[in-house]
């Protein structure tokens, strides 16, 4: 009887091994030749789960935005809001190897937006759902009565977008100066200035 192959496994496989050689040799070094080598797969096998390497970047770059929505979704409340908004943060931010590597290839992608239309429709379809989160994150706080009355609400869900965006960003590029305990850090004082 011939071994059943689990195709969702294969292609995250696949694409894991696609996040692997944009970690090590950049964007550019992958190709359907390289990630079937990095994978350990005959390059027909690849090809019956991707036609070509931009189905596959595509799939490599929505399985990091996944990855994170599948942490949320499964995320444990603790009943504290105000804990359980950091939290929820922090599990969108590099502060471990798993986020790390999915902020370091999403970061390679983004890069690529401006010159590939299917990769520039992905980054703006998270970037709006990045936003919506933090959308309802600063209205549930306020709902609960949490923040400070004085707040312009549509500022400050930017702003906590942007100092987020720029965490990672800043975490990747210089690891040494901002690490995960500076990024926990820093949202947790950015929240104590928000609070009422």
Known sequence: ?????????????????????????????????????????????????????????AFSMRLVSERSYQRV????????????????????????????????VWLAFVGRAA?????????????NGLYSGFCQMMEYLDAVNLLRQDLDLDREIKTLHAL?????????????MVTPEDMIQLISSHFDKLMA
């Open 1 to 57: 009887m011939p071994k059943k192959v689990d195709h969702d496994e294969r292609r995250n496989h696949l694409a894991e091994a696609a996040w692997r050689i944009i970690r090590r040799d950049g964007l550019e070094a992958v190709s359907v030749r390289n990630v079937a080598k990095e994978a350990g797969m005959s390059l027909g096998s690849l090809r019956h789960y991707f036609a070509s390497q931009s189905e596959l970047l």
């Open 73 to 104: 979704e499964v995320f444990q409340y603790s009943g504290n809001p105000r804990e359980d908004v950091e939290r929820l943060i922090h599990e969108l931010m590099p502060i471990d190897e798993e986020r790390r590597a999915e902020a370091e």
């Open 115 to 127: 010159a590939d239309p299917a990769i520039q429709a992905l980054k703006q379809e998270v970037h």
């Open 164 to 176: 987020v965006d720029g965490l990672v960003v800043h975490s990747v590029i210089y690891p040494e």
